[in-house]
């Protein structure tokens, strides 16, 4: 399965913008880019998802490169309970459903 | 709406014993997911299925483990005997057959001490 990148740990300030960035360099065709993140004592929580276009939803947008080996999780305005490990994941269109978790990214927001 | 619902949230058993950890998926979901995370090895995926059926169990570490989904709105993981080795946090998600990029909707998990 193709591997994705991301740095261990990021902070930001409350209603601040935050990027948090992810590098696929080993993408295929059929690789969907999935983001998720776990708050502190719960389970993993889908954030959003895409395959080749940017995409927006209420939590957040997904910004993939041209290229598709890189994409950027954006959080418009960071709050406190926006605090959490972030995880990107590549799914591969042959294994259906299958999801690697890797490190994740810890976000950390200040007030 | 229900999301996924797992018991019990805390299990906390002495080694040796049987474990049976429970999930109810989101009523129609066709996917049904079992991980398990440690700060060791992070989140594995141990085994999912499909329509009951399980598709691939690769993850699942020996044989002490073993998973079931007797009918659409339930499902079990059993570890017997149990170790320490086993103490984790065990998640049960499910998700939406269709197109590719369904998100997985995760229950609340089981942390499971073996002592």
């Known amino acids: 399965d193709a591997k994705t990148t991301q740095p261990n740990s990021m902070e930001s300030n409350e209603e601040e913008p935050v990027h948090l960035p992810c590098n696929h360099s080993?993408?295929?065709?059929?690789?969907?880019i999935h983001w998720y993140r776990q708050l502190p004592s719960q389970g993993p929580e889908y954030v959003i998802h895409g395959l080749t276009s940017n995409v927006n939803n209420r939590m957040a947008s997904l910004a993939i490169a041209e290229d598709r080996k890189s994409s950027t999780l954006i959080l418009h305005r960071a709050t406190l309970r926006d605090a959490a490990v972030y995880y990107c994941?590549?799914?591969?269109?042959?294994?259906?459903?299958?999801?690697?978790f890797g490190q994740g990214t810890i976000l950390t927001v200040h007030p | 709406d229900a999301g996924v619902i797992q018991s019990p949230r805390h299990e906390v058993t002495e080694m040796g014993q049987e474990v049976t950890l429970r999930c109810k998926p989101i009523?129609?979901?066709?996917?049904l997911f079992w991980y398990r995370q440690t700060m060791m090895r992070g989140l594995e995926l141990l085994i999912y299925?499909?329509?009951?059926?399980?598709?691939?169990d690769s993850g699942m570490p020996e044989d002490r483990f073993s998973a079931k989904m007797p009918n659409a709105s339930f499902s079990t993981l059993k570890i017997q005997p149990s170790e320490p080795r086993d103490s984790a946090v065990y998640f049960c998600?499910?998700?939406?057959?269709?197109?590719?990029?369904?998100?997985?909707?995760f229950g609340d998990g089981t942390r499971l001490s073996i002592l």
């Open positions: 080993t993408i295929s065709g059929t690789d969907y």
């Open positions: 998600a499910s998700s939406l057959v269709g197109t590719q990029g369904q998100p997985q909707h």
């Open positions: 299925f499909n329509n009951n059926v399980p598709i691939d």
């Open positions: 009523s129609g979901h066709d996917y």
């Open positions: 994941i590549l799914s591969r269109g042959t294994s259906y459903g299958k999801l690697t």
